[in-house]
């Protein structure tokens, strides 16, 4: 019961930013590049419904707009995390206990031993700072959690009779692992993408903050936090706002990946019955 | 024997939802005495042990009682006066010693912990003495109290399991399949061991089993449970000798299979194995190297078409390692393998995998959970060119082989029971029209009946497709039941081989002779007036 309540709240969450971000494509209550200094610094009104920034611009158009950014981002870094990171694990896990496997782990290690944010800072320190590049980073930092994921998860699979029975019907180990081990696993790698997508957001949330993801006039959340801060005492919505919502997505992915945990993995789901 | 029982269940029944679990249960345990409850899986043994534990599942209802001596019915205590008799009056013995024990608890502190946590020693230092004391008991003075579980065998592991449960001296053991676990020598021991624990401290025990054979050697009283009902209680002799219910004889008869009639067999042959050696190199393990080890030494075998050949040992003498040889999945450093006049190797073709299949133990792990049945029984065609008409149409022949009906092709592996199961696994054997069929303990995990059921249906489909069979097993009374010819192995070795019935009446080596010893055995009247 409670599983499926934490799988109910953190989906309903996660889904009202993931609409609010697709609504953002068609539209917007007020467009967030025109600058009007008129109306900067309004506090919430009829018209512009969560106020103003200093620019003018709708607070609440920059944030469905930030929305699709972060999300977006995340994506396309699990995108990337899982698509290198999985197959690295299938294999290793097929060539476990041989060179292959550690050299795929060791690699791994390696990775895993720069945080997201140096990985970012070599990248643009190279390549200048965008959107992209924050993908790249926060992919390259998700290949490892993923190969270490499946690389467990396919293990214990690898050991079973119905793999047996597939190497006497003379399988390859390639087949095997698309066939037999990665839809056994598949839950696992599931939920792991969800925990990455909220760690993916605050990853873009960190580095739009110290200006190395999207760069204006591409609104993200990290950087409105980052504007908001020399009037945090005077306007401190401008601040609390973007902050909220980082901490409301986080925690909606947070609460569905555990919940799609228990509901999913059935070792799980024997403890709590 | 006029003494109070320890133990009484009165008209004990539990349900659980609209299901009733155990109706009527009752049961006497007495002093010195050792009462078997036997049944199939399902039939209630475990919730009984359970119920007397007061460890019922959540949920469940129980009525009748469960009368301790000295104390009342337990169903009307309260969970802290259950604690103090846990462990203190009532102990038990798991099957699995290893989930059993804590892993990261040296044995000494855990027979130390059952006496510190009922007030039985003064502080930890008496405790480890007398800890000391229980484990030279079971038979483990030579090992040391700081050993960890996974640093012991497995029967030494059921012995610490066992001084964990008799160390507060409790009136009542309950075994819960204690040796089903082990393997036939070590099975043997255990039970001597309880055996004589039971007969010196004077405890009533409570051995629950699905093996009859087991129970014959051991029990005072036979209870036979089925359906969650005591259909048969009686001393044990009687039970043996005269079963009066149906229930009870059909189990009686099908824990005893007759052996099989001799045949001779001069048909050609269609398995050759020539000194066959398969060596694991060294490893390193950390710092440490391991030394290779050698799994099949010179191991040499002939088999004809049609004929059926029981491989059997010990665990870890390398059966399972001569099966996969021979299933051409281990690299093997000399000899030769060769099936129907063609040689078998790690990169054969899968047409040439084609003459030989297995059928695993486990009817649970065999299966892709996500697959359906149609899938899981073609698999073995994946590789061979088959046409789309000509994969359904075998699949449909296979299942009517083994006796399931062509619409469960569509259904998964859970939908089925253990015993439709391993005939699933027989269908995909079958599929590809094998000359040899390996069946790796395909029998050991199914109740009595249903192995005696998927045993006819193994004989007649050897009648009628010629198949040739490697029957590896542990169970002498199966072998016996299948086998014209048994090998018998031992560290890597075939150290013994000939035909069934010789070999089992008049084995040659010593080590066949032990086997054949500790093998537990429905005979028993005459076993029992040896030992008293």
Same mark, same amino acid.
């Given at each position: 019961?409670?599983?499926?309540?934490?799988?109910?709240?953190?989906?309903?969450?996660?889904?009202?930013?993931?609409?609010?971000?697709?609504?953002?494509?068609?539209?917007?209550?007020?467009?967030?590049?025109?600058?009007?200094?008129?109306?900067?610094?309004?506090?919430?009104?009829?018209? !512009?419904?969560?106020?103003?920034?200093?620019?003018?611009?709708?607070?609440?158009?920059?944030?469905?707009?930030?929305?699709?950014?972060?999300?977006?981002?995340?994506?396309?870094?699990?995108?990337?995390?899982?698509?290198?990171?999985?197959?690295?694990?299938?294999?290793?896990?097929?060539?476990?206990?041989?060179?292959?496997?550690?050299?795929?782990?060791?690699?791994?290690?390696?990775?895993?031993?720069?945080?997201?944010?140096?990985?970012?800072?070599?990248?643009?320190?190279? !390549?200048?700072?965008?959107?992209?590049?924050?993908?790249?980073?926060?992919?390259?930092?998700?290949?490892?959690?993923?190969?270490?994921?499946?690389?467990?998860?396919?293990?214990?699979?690898?050991?079973?009779?119905?793999?047996?029975?597939?190497?006497?019907?003379?399988?390859?180990?390639?087949?095997?692992?698309?066939?037999?081990?990665?839809?056994?696993?598949?839950?696992?790698?599931?939920?792991?993408?969800?925990?990455?997508?909220?760690?993916?957001?605050?990853?873009?949330?960190?580095?739009?903050?110290?200006?190395?993801?999207?760069?204006?006039?591409?609104?993200?959340?990290?950087?409105?936090?980052?504007?908001?801060?020399?009037?945090?005492?005077?306007?401190?919505?401008?601040?609390?706002?973007?902050?909220?919502?980082?901490?409301?997505?986080?925690?909606?992915?947070?609460?569905?990946?555990?919940?799609?945990?228990?509901?999913?993995?059935?070792?799980?789901?024997?403890?709590?019955? | 024997?006029?003494?109070?029982?320890?133990?009484?269940?009165?008209?004990?029944?539990?349900?659980?939802?609209?299901?009733?679990?155990?109706?009527?249960?009752?049961? &006497?345990?007495?002093?010195?005495?050792?009462?078997?409850?036997?049944?199939?899986?399902?039939?209630?043994?475990?919730?009984?042990?359970?119920?007397?534990?007061?460890?019922?599942?959540?949920?469940?209802?129980?009525?009748?009682?469960?009368?301790?001596?000295?104390?009342?019915?337990?169903?009307?205590?309260?969970?802290?006066?259950?604690?103090?008799?846990?462990?203190?009056?009532?102990?038990?013995?798991?099957?699995?010693?290893?989930?059993?024990?804590?892993?990261?608890?040296?044995?000494?502190?855990?027979?130390?912990?059952?006496?510190?946590?009922?007030?039985?020693?003064?502080?930890?230092?008496?405790?480890?003495?007398?800890?000391?004391?229980?484990?030279?008991?079971?038979?483990?003075?030579?090992?040391?109290?700081?050993?960890?579980?996974?640093?012991?065998?497995?029967?030494?592991?059921?012995?610490?399991?066992?001084?964990?449960?008799?160390?507060?001296?409790?009136?009542?053991?309950?075994?819960?399949?204690?040796?089903?676990?082990?393997?036939?020598?070590?099975?043997?021991?255990?039970?001597?061991?309880?055996?004589?624990?039971?007969?010196?401290?004077?405890?009533?025990?409570?051995?629950?089993?699905?093996?009859?054979?087991?129970?014959?050697?051991?029990?005072?009283?036979?209870?036979?449970?089925?359906?969650?009902?005591?259909?048969?209680?009686?001393?044990?002799?009687?039970?043996?000798?005269?079963?009066?219910?149906?229930?009870?004889?059909?189990?009686?008869?099908?824990?005893?299979?007759?052996?099989?009639?001799?045949?001779?067999?001069?048909?050609?042959?269609?398995?050759?194995?020539?000194?066959?050696?398969?060596?694991?190199?060294?490893?390193?393990?950390?710092?440490?190297?391991?030394?290779?080890?050698?799994?099949?030494?010179?191991?040499?075998?002939?088999?004809?078409?049609?004929?059926?050949?029981?491989?059997?040992?010990?665990?870890?003498?390398?059966?399972?390692?001569?099966?996969?040889?021979?299933?051409?999945?281990?690299?093997?450093?000399?000899?030769?393998?060769?099936?129907?006049?063609?040689?078998?190797?790690?990169?054969?073709?899968?047409?040439?995998?084609?003459?030989?299949?297995?059928?695993?133990?486990?009817?649970?792990?065999?299966?892709?959970?996500?697959?359906?049945?149609?899938?899981?029984?073609?698999?073995?065609?994946?590789?061979?060119?088959?046409?789309?008409?000509?994969?359904?149409?075998?699949?449909?022949?296979?299942?009517?082989?083994?006796?399931?009906?062509?619409?469960?092709?569509?259904?998964?592996?859970?939908?089925?029971?253990?015993?439709?199961?391993?005939?699933?696994?027989?269908?995909?054997?079958?599929?590809?029209?094998?000359?040899?069929?390996?069946?790796?303990?395909?029998?050991?995990?199914?109740?009595?009946?249903?192995?005696?059921?998927?045993?006819?249906?193994?004989?007649?489909?050897?009648?009628?497709?010629?198949?040739?069979?490697?029957?590896?097993?542990?169970?002498?009374?199966?072998?016996?039941?299948?086998?014209?010819?048994?090998?018998?192995?031992?560290?890597?070795?075939?150290?013994?081989?000939?035909?069934?019935?010789?070999?089992?009446?008049?084995?040659?080596?010593?080590?066949?002779?032990?086997?054949? &010893?500790?093998?537990?055995?429905?005979?028993?009247?005459?076993?029992?007036?040896?030992?008293?």
């Amino acid at each position: 019961m409670k599983t499926q309540r934490s799988l109910f709240i953190g989906g309903a969450i996660s889904l009202v930013f993931l609409m609010l971000a697709a609504l953002s494509l068609f539209w917007v209550p007020h467009e967030v590049t025109s600058l009007s200094i008129a109306a900067r610094l309004q506090g919430p009104s009829t018209t !512009y419904l969560l106020g103003t920034d200093q620019f003018g611009r709708d607070i609440l158009s920059l944030l469905m707009v930030g929305a699709q950014t972060s999300i977006a981002v995340a994506v396309a870094a699990i995108g990337i995390g899982a698509g290198i990171g999985v197959p690295l694990g299938l294999l290793a896990a097929a060539h476990h206990g041989r060179i292959g496997d550690e050299v795929i782990m060791r690699g791994n290690d390696l990775i895993f031993a720069f945080p997201a944010l140096v990985i970012a800072i070599l990248i643009t320190a190279t !390549y200048g700072p965008s959107a992209f590049n924050a993908i790249l980073a926060i992919g390259i930092f998700n290949i490892p959690v993923f190969a270490r994921v499946t690389r467990a998860g396919a293990l214990p699979i690898w050991t079973l009779d119905y793999i047996m029975a597939a190497k006497v019907a003379g399988k390859s180990k390639f087949r095997i692992s698309l066939e037999h081990i990665l839809p056994n696993i598949l839950n696992l790698i599931i939920v792991q993408a969800t925990i990455q997508f909220s760690l993916g957001i605050l990853a873009e949330a960190a580095l739009s903050y110290v200006g190395l993801g999207a760069q204006p006039p591409t609104p993200s959340w990290g950087r409105m936090l980052a504007e908001a801060q020399t009037m945090i005492y005077s306007h401190p919505m401008l601040a609390v706002l973007p902050g909220a919502c980082i901490m409301a997505l986080v925690l909606g992915l947070n609460l569905a990946g555990d919940g799609l945990r228990d509901h999913l993995d059935p070792r799980l789901r024997q403890v709590v019955k | 024997m006029s003494q109070d029982a320890r133990l009484t269940l009165v008209h004990l029944s539990v349900s659980i939802g609209a299901k009733r679990v155990l109706d009527d249960i009752s049961i &006497k345990l007495l002093p010195h005495r050792i009462t078997a409850l036997v049944g199939e899986s399902g039939s209630g043994k475990s919730m009984t042990a359970l119920a007397v534990m007061g460890l019922l599942p959540q949920g469940a209802v129980a009525t009748g009682a469960v009368q301790l001596h000295g104390t009342g019915d337990l169903l009307a205590l309260r969970e802290a006066a259950l604690c103090a008799i846990r462990g203190r009056k009532i102990a038990m013995i798991f099957q699995e010693p290893m989930t059993a024990l804590n892993p990261v608890m040296q044995i000494g502190a855990q027979v130390a912990e059952a006496l510190l946590v009922h007030g039985l020693a003064e502080n930890r230092r008496e405790a480890m003495a007398q800890a000391r004391a229980v484990l030279d008991r079971v038979g483990l003075s030579q090992i040391g109290l700081d050993r960890y579980p996974h640093e012991l065998s497995g029967g030494q592991r059921q012995r610490a399991a066992i001084a964990a449960a008799i160390a507060p001296a409790p009136d009542i053991l309950i075994a819960d399949e204690a040796t089903t676990a082990l393997d036939v020598t070590t099975q043997s021991e255990i039970l001597d061991l309880l055996r004589q624990l039971v007969r010196e401290d004077g405890m009533s025990m409570l051995l629950i089993t699905h093996d009859l054979a087991v129970v014959a050697d051991m029990a005072d009283e036979i209870a036979v449970l089925a359906a969650g009902k005591i259909v048969e209680a009686a001393p044990t002799t009687n039970i043996l000798q005269a079963p009066q219910h149906p229930y009870t004889q059909t189990l009686l008869a099908a824990a005893s299979p007759a052996p099989r009639a001799k045949r001779v067999i001069e048909r050609e042959v269609v398995l050759q194995a020539s000194d066959v050696t398969r060596i694991y190199p060294a490893r390193r393990r950390g710092l440490r190297r391991s030394p290779p080890m050698v799994a099949l030494k010179n191991v040499s075998l002939t088999l004809r078409r049609g004929e059926c050949l029981g491989l059997v040992g010990g665990s870890g003498c390398g059966k399972s390692t001569l099966a996969r040889a021979l299933l051409g999945l281990e690299e093997i450093q000399s000899g030769a393998i060769d099936i129907t006049g063609r040689a078998v190797s790690p990169n054969m073709s899968p047409a040439d995998r084609r003459r030989i299949s297995i059928v695993f133990q486990d009817p649970y792990g065999s299966f892709n959970p996500r697959w359906p049945v149609k899938r899981i029984i073609a698999e073995p065609l994946d590789l061979i060119a088959v046409s789309e008409e000509s994969r359904a149409s075998r699949v449909e022949t296979a299942l009517v082989q083994v006796g399931l009906s062509p619409e469960d092709a569509q259904k998964f592996p859970h939908q089925f029971s253990g015993g439709q199961r391993q005939r699933i696994a027989i269908a995909r054997a079958l599929i590809t029209k094998p000359d040899i069929l390996v069946l790796d303990e395909a029998v050991s995990a199914l109740d009595v009946s249903v192995r005696a059921r998927v045993l006819d249906l193994l004989k007649s489909l050897q009648e009628d497709l010629q198949l040739s069979y490697i029957f590896i097993t542990h169970d002498l009374s199966v072998v016996a039941h299948m086998a014209d010819r048994i090998a018998v192995m031992q560290a890597g070795q075939i150290v013994e081989t000939g035909p069934a019935a010789e070999l089992l009446t008049n084995p040659k080596q010593q080590y066949t002779q032990n086997l054949l &010893k500790a093998a537990p055995r429905l005979t028993v009247p005459m076993r029992r007036k040896e030992r008293t």
